[in-house]
């Protein structure tokens, strides 16, 4: 065991997860605040799932009904904030973060947009379109022209695509522009939980740009297939974006391999932060003395080792987490179930190759390189400002509205769940302040980097001493400012977090404290609490 029972308390990471445990209970038994309780938790989300449901074609006051929705789910999510906790530290930051992102997203698609007129996913036409009982009738018209029965097949088309008889179970076919299904009413939950869950838009009109667009086949048969139901989309190709898959196995492959090789970063990097008080969340304790004394008589290389690990143990806990995606709807559910949202291109990469960090610098970082997956709900609020009040969205000004209100709705999410950790965060002087300044780094950057181009500076130097000085730029920007969110995930307790149940290297004895081994998910991981009413009865975490 490295600490000893001289040192100050906390002696090991242990002790700070009991003395948290202990608090939440302290807190819950007092009433200071309720357990975070499913199902009770997603009424939120539910109520707008609802609302969705309900086909507000011909009906003004349910299409305007929709900010009531989105007011629904902001109350809710701000009484959660406020009340409600769980007791292990993950959840605990999840909870926060979840509410500003469920106020976020559902703003964004029926705030910003009108989700049931303004959307369409791509989907199979037989059996959901109704083309087969297009065919059956023209075998029966043996005089029908082509162009008659193109003529019909595009009617039928607009028709069956809102007003289909088959299920979700039944797709085949081609592909065509799938809009707001009237019936049956299982395609129509469908067509609605895939747009309140598919965050990055692969497969819908609204796709964001970090994704390339579907493959070129695709593109024929929506061009081919879906007459006049056409919606404002593209299908631009740049530098930037993640990888696209076409074929299953490749898919199934490359997502295995992230999750195992995740598996095993992250346990390597649990356990080498766990050595380290700082993780722990006491930020001005002085380093381990296992590290070479280079490191630990140097603040700033201190200062660079502490950021380096937190911003791995935070990519590569994404990375493994979405790699399960393809692994469950494309691999163990497969496309006879799930049809269009198992295919392969539906599940591009979430990391672009870094080589763009270091062509477009910040911008490239948060734009491209970084997972975009709030991108959508972040861009949504300034693109409708700028078409409400008329703006170019090409001028600076505009550009820089884009800029401020993507970061502060990033900093309000990411704040929201400092706010809801277990530990003593600071969730404006934290995680807003680090956004808000990644949008001041870019517009720096590109002002400097514009200024630079107009007097002609840098033409002649070579592309790496380029990419040398952005690489500069980038990492000394988050030298300065990434503390700023780092520090804030340590004091909150993010990292006392178990993400592995069984651990090598603490079974092989590398974990710093002898309550570590082999198996690392002891307790309750969830547990059932009974309240006074029913609707403070449910599971908790």
């Known amino acids: ?121 791509i989907e199979r036409m037989e059996g959901v379109f109704g083309s087969d009982r297009n065919q059956a009738k023209e075998k029966n018209r ?64 609204w ?37 696209l898959y076409t074929d299953r196995k490749e898919l199934l492959r490359k997502n295995a391999w992230t999750f195992v090789k995740g598996y095993f970063i992250i346990d390597a990097l649990k356990t080498t932060m766990m050595w380290d008080p700082y993780f722990w969340g006491y930020v001005d304790r002085a380093p381990p003395t296992y590290l070479p004394s280079i490191l630990t008589n140097s603040p700033v290389l201190t200062h660079i080792y502490h950021l380096t690990l937190s911003m791995l143990a935070v990519k590569y806990a994404l990375q493994t987490i979405f790699s399960l995606g393809p692994l469950v709807f494309s691999g163990l559910l497969s496309p006879s179930l799930l049809g269009a949202r198992a295919e392969p291109w539906m599940y591009p990469e979430t990391w672009a190759p870094y080589s763009v960090v270091l062509n477009k610098g910040l911008a490239g970082w948060w734009g491209s390189w970084w997972h975009q997956t709030f991108r959508f709900a972040f861009q949504e609020p300034s693109r409708k400002l700028i078409e409400v009040f008329g703006m170019d969205k090409k001028s600076p000004a505009a550009k820089a509205l884009q800029l401020f209100i993507a970061f502060f709705l990033s900093g309000f999410v990411h704040g929201s769940g400092s706010w809801t950790c277990a530990g003593d965060t600071r969730p404006l002087r934290g995680p807003m302040a680090f956004f808000l300044l990644q949008a001041l780094g870019i517009f720096a950057e590109v002002t400097l980097t514009q200024a630079a181009k107009s007097a002609g500076l840098g033409r002649n130097l070579p592309g790496s001493l380029k990419q040398g000085f952005t690489f500069l730029y980038v990492h000394v920007w988050f030298y300065f400012t990434a503390h700023l969110l780092c520090d804030d995930f340590a004091r909150g307790g993010v990292w006392l977090f178990e993400p592995v149940p069984l651990s090598l290297f603490r079974g092989l004895g590398f974990g710093p404290d002898a309550r570590d081994g082999l198996w690392c998910w002891g307790g309750q991981l969830v547990r059932w609490h009974s309240g006074d009413t029913w609707w403070t009865t449910g599971i908790a975490f």
């Open 1 to 121: 065991m490295l600490f000893k029972s001289s040192d100050p308390w906390p002696h090991s990471h242990h002790d700070l997860i009991n003395h948290y445990h202990a608090q939440y209970d302290k807190a819950v038994a007092s009433g200071e605040y309720q357990p975070f309780l499913y199902p009770w938790g997603t009424i939120g989300a539910l109520v707008v799932i609802i609302y969705l449901l309900v086909p507000h074609q011909n009906r003004p006051w349910l299409k305007r009904s929709r900010y009531l929705a989105f007011a629904w789910m902001t109350g809710f999510a701000t009484y959660s904030n406020l009340y409600t906790r769980t007791r292990a530290v993950a959840p605990a930051l999840g909870i926060g973060l979840i509410n500003a992102w469920s106020v976020a997203w559902v703003g964004a698609i029926i705030v910003c947009n009108d989700a049931q007129t303004d959307f369409m996913r």
């Open 142 to 205: 043996p005089n029908s022209s082509a162009e008659n029965a193109k003529e019909d097949t595009e009617h039928a088309t607009e028709e069956d695509v809102v007003n289909s008889s088959a299920g979700p179970r039944d797709r085949h076919g081609q592909f065509a522009w799938q809009p707001y299904p009237l019936r049956p009413f299982a395609e129509r939950l469908d067509w609605v939980l895939d747009i309140f869950c598919n965050f990055r838009g692969m497969g819908w009109n």
């Open 207 to 243: 796709r964001t740009s970090a994704l390339p667009p579907p493959p070129k086949f695709i593109q024929e048969q929506l061009h081919a297939n879906s007459g006049d139901v056409v919606p404002k989309h593209s299908y631009r190709i740049h530098d930037g974006q993640v990888k």
